[in-house]
T-cell receptor, first 112, second 113 residues
C-alpha cells in the first residue's frame, strides 16, 4: 500500500508569485483534502475534492484553488502569494468523504 | 461553527509515567472524534478515532481515549510513556454530514528520561 506523497518538500517564493503544490493520494482513495498549518497552529481546512469536483471549502480566498485528476494525483495552486501564506501545506486522502484521512508529510512554503 | 480546545499547549512528563492530554469540543448533534500525532518534519498520523459504539477507544502505540458526551470531551491517555512518544498531538472533530476536520491547536508532549 503506497502512502500519500507530496512534492516538493520545501519551497521558497516571493510575495506576489504563484505556486503549485502536488500530491499523490493512496491508490483507491477518491477524496483528497488540503490543509494549511501555520507555525504553532493546528491544520486548517482549505478544501476537499471528491471525484475531481470541489466538495467543500474552508475560509480561504479564491486565490487558493485546486485540481484533482483521475490518477489519484492532485494540485493546490495559490496565486498572488502573501507573507501570511507561509505555512506547511498538508494533503490528505481518504476512501470516501466520511472516512479517516491519511496525511502526507507536507510541503513547507516560505514566502519572502 | 465547530471548535476544538486543547487545554494544555505543552505537557512535560518523565519516561514510564502516565499521561493525559485533554480535548474539549463544542457540542453538536453528531460528531466524530480523532487524535492525530505529528513528529517533527512529518505529516499527521492517525492515533485513534471515535465514530460510534463503545466510548473507550483504543489506538496505536498503547494510546486510548474516552468519549464523554455530557462533558463534550475526548481526552487521550497512555499509562506509561516512552521517549519516542515525544511529538505534537492534535485532537480533531468532524460534524456529521460535514467534509472538514476541525483541529485543535495541538499539545506538545515531551517525554524526559
Amino acid at each position: 500500500e503506497t502512502g500519500v506523497t507530496q512534492s516538493p518538500t520545501h519551497l521558497i517564493k516571493t510575495r506576489g508569485q504563484q505556486v503549485t503544490l502536488r500530491c499523490s493520494s493512496q491508490s483507491g482513495h477518491n477524496t483528497v483534502s488540503w490543509y494549511q498549518q501555520a507555525l504553532g497552529q493546528g491544520p486548517q481546512f482549505i478544501f476537499q475534492y471528491y471525484r475531481e469536483e470541489e466538495n467543500g471549502r474552508g475560509n480561504f480566498p479564491p486565490r487558493f484553488s485546486g485540481l484533482q485528476f483521475p490518477n489519484y494525483s492532485s494540485e493546490l495552486n495559490v496565486n498572488a502569494l502573501e507573507l501570511d501564506d507561509s505555512a506547511l501545506y498538508l494533503c490528505a486522502s481518504s476512501l470516501d468523504r466520511s472516512s479517516p484521512l491519511h496525511f502526507g508529510n507536507g510541503t513547507r512554503l516560505t514566502v519572502t | 461553527a465547530q471548535s476544538v480546545t486543547q487545554l494544555d499547549s505543552q505537557v512535560p512528563v518523565f519516561e514510564e509515567a502516565p499521561v493525559e492530554l485533554r480535548c474539549n469540543y463544542s457540542s453538536s448533534v453528531s460528531v466524530y472524534l480523532f487524535w492525530y500525532v505529528q513528529y517533527p518534519n512529518q505529516g499527521l498520523q492517525l492515533l485513534l478515532k471515535y465514530l460510534s459504539g463503545s466510548t473507550l477507544v483504543k489506538g496505536i502505540n498503547g494510546f486510548e481515549a474516552e468519549f464523554n458526551k455530557s462533558q463534550t470531551s475526548f481526552h487521550l491517555r497512555k499509562p506509561s510513556v516512552h521517549i519516542s512518544d515525544t511529538a505534537e498531538y492534535f485532537c480533531a472533530v468532524r460534524r456529521g454530514g460535514s467534509e472538514k476536520l476541525v483541529f485543535g491547536k495541538g499539545t506538545k508532549l515531551t517525554v524526559n528520561p
